[in-house]
Structure formats: C-alpha cells, structure tokens
C-alpha cells in the first residue's frame, strides 16, 4: 500500500512542469518537518533538551567553516547536506517562496536533470565559498539560499525583462512591478552591502548569497550564451516575488 502510494506521488510530480523544483521544495519540507527545529516532534523533547538536539542536528548537517577542510568525510559532504535543513520556519518559507516563484522557469530553460545539478553544485560550491572568507568560524551554516540565490542570477540573465512584484519597506510595502533587471541586481546588492556588515546582525550568511548569485549568473551565461535571453515581459513563474 504504502510503496503503491510513493509511486502514485512519484508520477504525479512527474506531470508537473517543474518537477525537480517541486521536488526539491517537497524534501525540504519533509526533512524539516522531521527535525527538531520544528520543535513537532515530542521526542526531541522542550526546552533546554530541544535546543541541544537543534544545536547537534545542524552541526551534524551543516557546514562548519572550521571544520570543513580537515578531511573528513561528513564534513567533505555537508555542503551538499546543508542544502536540505533550515533553522527555523521564517527560514524554511522565505527560501521556498523564492524557489516557488523563480525555480520553474529555470527548470524549463535548463531542462531537469541540469537544473538539479545546478542547484546542487551552486548550492554547494556557494557555501564553501562562505566557509572559506571565513575558515575560522565555528558557527554552523544550514539552508538553501546560495542555491536560490543561483537561482536568481540564472534567473536574471534568461529572463531579464520579466516583470517581479516587489515590495520596498521605504515606499511603504507597496507591491510595484519591475523588470528582473531593475529587481534582482538591487537585491543582490542589498547581499553585497549586507555581507560586510555580517558581523553587526544575525546570523545570515549574505556571502553565501552573493557567491551562488554570481555563480548562478555567470553560469547561464557561459553556459546558454547571449542569444538565450528571453525578451518578452511575462510575469515571473506562478506567483509574485518579494525580494
């Protein structure tokens, strides 16, 4: 019955459009449903117990810049695994909303089995970039956003003119329309200024989003070549975006 029921979601999510996106999304709901930084599973315990199994769980998981070039295994695949766990549901959503709305036109462009590597290996590599300008940080680093942040600068250089809802906190949150090519590199900009600064805030790794946005870009640059820019001006896949 239950292997009747997994082939029955398996050919389903076939169907989709965008079934590595979706697929994607789906694991990491799943994981974190899983996880003790849910906190819905009552055998990681409350309170002082439930913050030591969160603790163990992204160190486990995650990438520890200070660790990760010692030459062990675990930590030789954390940026691959890192990929699949966030901290918190803020986290989870903010990174899946951008992957909902951006990931299934890339897909399209670059078919499934590309853009899966590419989120992958974009992914990964954004995150050793982070581990590396900061080789002696002890603190672990988990979530998808150098992926999404790949996603974006993919994004940016296939579908230029777009048009992406945003909202601005300085022109009172109200929804304007922009190109990709006004939205997407004030963002990533906003990453840049935010990644010398990570020191004064949380914990947000704005490094790891401004290297998986070059890479990103670069990538479907050097890959599709010129000529593989979208001109129209359709929205941004199935929904709107709020960088």
Known sequence: MLRDRAASAVRALRRQPAPVTYGLIAVCFVLFLLSPASGFDPAY????????AQQTYFARWGVIPVELFGGSARAALSPVTALFVHGTWVHLLGNML???VFGPMVEERLGHVEFALFHLGCGALALLGYAAARADSAQSLVGASGAISAVLGAFLFLFPRARVTSIFPFLFFLPLRFPAWVVLPFWAVLQWVAAGREGEGPGVAYLAHVVGFALGLGYAWVRHGPMATVRGTSPAAEGENQP
């Open 45 to 52: 315990g409350t309170g002082d117990r439930l913050l030591l």
């Open 98 to 100: 951008f992957l909902h």
